[in-house]
T-cell receptor
Framework: AQSVTQLGSHVSVSEGALVLLRCNYS??????LFWYVQYPNQGLQLLLK??????LVKGINGFEAEFKKSETSFHLTKPSAHMRDAAEYFC???????????FGKGTTLSVSS | EAQVTQNPRYLITVTGKKLTVTCSQN?????MSWYRQDPGLGLRQIYY???????DKGDVPEGYKVSRKEKRNFPLILESPSPNQTSLYFC?????????????FGPGTRLTVT
């Protein structure tokens, strides 16, 4: 079955600390993966996307993700968290037919001062 | 500005009263889709359309209808809403070809059915 699994529904970090949000995908998901961010009471914003051009992908707001085929992972990182990073983050990939996006269940990031 | 718009943004209604949520995109995209977002479940696809007059069910189509008479519009219809359809709804669009599956999302419609 196609799936995108986010490990940890809540992650809490201090301002300035490393952010690591984990995502694993099933091998049947085509090699196009995304991270979307949803700020409180807002819509979805594309953070970054992997389209097989490079395994390390840089996105907006200092985020990056590394595609590791051997581990079927696409973890999201940021070296230094800011208060404004507090949001819900979704790891996303297309279904095999390309007719829908499969969303992970989301990870809520909290940042404390 | 390239965008997907949805109306209304917020809607409170009663059980059984038919409603329509509109979605429009100005990017000439062939593909459009509706998702619902529920806490702890992420987003799940309701219906999608690969082009005008071509629609198909997603993972959770029960209780919903759609139509695609024009390329830019993809309304979501709830003919007899029930409380379990209380949710946050997103419309999305993308190009049909090119191998990119990136979808552009509207701002969302928060629906409450009492």
């Amino acid at each position: 079955a196609q799936s995108v699994t986010q490990l940890g529904s809540h992650v809490s970090v201090s301002e300035g600390a490393l952010v690591l949000l984990r995502c694993n995908y099933s091998s049947s998901v085509p090699p196009y993966l995304f991270w979307y961010v949803q700020y409180p009471n807002q819509g979805l914003q594309l953070l970054l996307k992997y389209t097989s051009a490079a395994t390390l992908v840089k996105g907006i707001n200092g985020f990056e993700a590394e595609f590791k085929k051997s581990e079927t992972s696409f973890h999201l990182t940021k070296p230094s968290a800011h208060m404004r990073d507090a949001a819900e983050y979704f790891c996303v990939g297309p279904n095999q037919a390309g007719t829908a996006l499969i969303f992970g269940k989301g990870t809520t990031l909290s940042v404390s001062s | 500005e390239a965008q997907v718009t949805q109306n209304p943004r917020y809607l409170i209604t009663v059980t059984g009263k038919k409603l329509t949520v509109t979605c429009s995109q100005n990017m000439n995209h062939e593909y459009m889709s509706w998702y619902r977002q529920d806490p702890g479940l992420g987003l799940r696809q309701i219906y999608y359309s690969m082009n005008v007059e071509v629609t198909d069910k997603g993972d959770v189509p029960e209780g919903y209808k759609v139509s695609r008479k024009e390329k830019r519009n993809f309304p979501l219809i709830l003919e007899s809403p029930s409380p379990n359809q209380t949710s946050l709804y997103f419309c999305a669009s993308r190009t049909a070809g090119g191998g990119s599956y990136e979808q552009y999302f509207g701002p969302g419609t928060r629906l409450t059915v009492t």
